[in-house]
């Protein structure tokens, strides 16, 4: 696939992508230019980009990514630090989900008092935690 539809399937621009490629997140071999010489993308490629998009959401910098994904490959990472990566991963998850569940119950809330006939003021928000 090339950028354009490589941008469209990650979500991410076409900018970004080539700024991924240039710090070395995103590699292409020699082999993945076509005749025309235009960069071909695989899904391989489009893999690395939603888990570095995925990580970015956590909070992982991009300096913190290229480490780990470098020690991934290179065989560096034990299977406790594999699975710490992944329990980081689960904790943040469910940290979201908790989150978002409160702030859901403060919908829910908020619609029951009007449904009740109360008053309630402009600026009156749910709360989140």
Do not use: C
Not at 73 to 90: A, C, N, P, R, Y
Not at 97 to 106: E, P, R, T, V, Y
Not at 111 to 119: A, Q
Request: aromatic residues 6%; hydrophobic residues 35%.
């Amino acid at each position: 696939m090339r950028i354009k539809e490589l941008s469209e399937r990650s979500g991410l621009s076409r900018d970004t992508i080539r700024y991924y490629e240039k710090i070395g997140l995103l590699k292409l071999e020699k082999g993945d230019r076509s005749e025309n010489n235009y960069k071909e993308y695989s899904e391989i490629h489009l893999n690395r980009l939603l888990l570095i998009k995925q990580a970015k959401k956590m909070g992982v910098t991009l300096k913190q990514i290229h480490e780990y994904i470098q020690a991934w490959e290179d065989g560096l990472l034990s299977k406790k630090e594999q699975m710490t990566i992944f329990q980081q991963q689960l904790d943040y998850l469910n940290q979201q989900i908790a989150d978002m569940q409160k702030l859901k119950d403060n919908v829910l809330m908020k619609m029951e008092k009007l449904e009740n006939g109360e008053v309630m003021q402009i600026g009156e928000t749910p709360e989140v935690a």
